[in-house]
Nanobody
Framework: QVQLVESGGGLVRPGGSLRLSCAAS????????MGWYRQAPGKERRLVAQ??????NYADAVKNRFTISRDNGQNAVHLQINSLKPEDTAVYYC?????????WGQGTQVTVSS
């Protein structure tokens, strides 16, 4: 069974940085990792950043602070998150497609607190 696996979350102080990573397990080349969503406590899951046919789409709340990138050699996608704010606290999920279906990772917790 193909899964997406996130890593890199943690507890960080406001203004800090983290780098999240997502890869398929097993690492099958046909998996297309599309982007990242997040879900804060009591709120719905929302788009953070994703690759589109025209380039990259970022949520307004994270523009100029978050950067999504693709490592084609490893078939992985990273999310560099800088200048973290308490409101960035959420479970971050990566998502992709494989064999006509949609995949979601199990999520990685990012907590921003002093």
């Amino acid at each position: 069974q193909v899964q997406l696996v996130e890593s890199g979350g943690g507890l960080v102080r406001p203004g800090g940085s983290l780098r999240l990573s997502c890869a398929a397990s097993p690492n099958i080349r046909d998996v297309n990792i599309m982007g990242w969503y997040r879900q804060a406590p009591g709120k719905e899951r929302r788009l953070v950043a994703q690759f589109t046919t025209g380039g990259i789409n970022y949520a307004d709340a994270v523009k100029n602070r978050f950067t999504i990138s693709r490592d084609n050699g490893q078939n992985a996608v990273h999310l560099q998150i800088n200048s973290l704010k308490p409101e960035d606290t959420a479970v971050y999920y990566c998502t992709g497609t494989y064999s006509g279906g949609r995949l979601w990772g199990q999520g990685t917790q990012v907590t921003v607190s002093s």
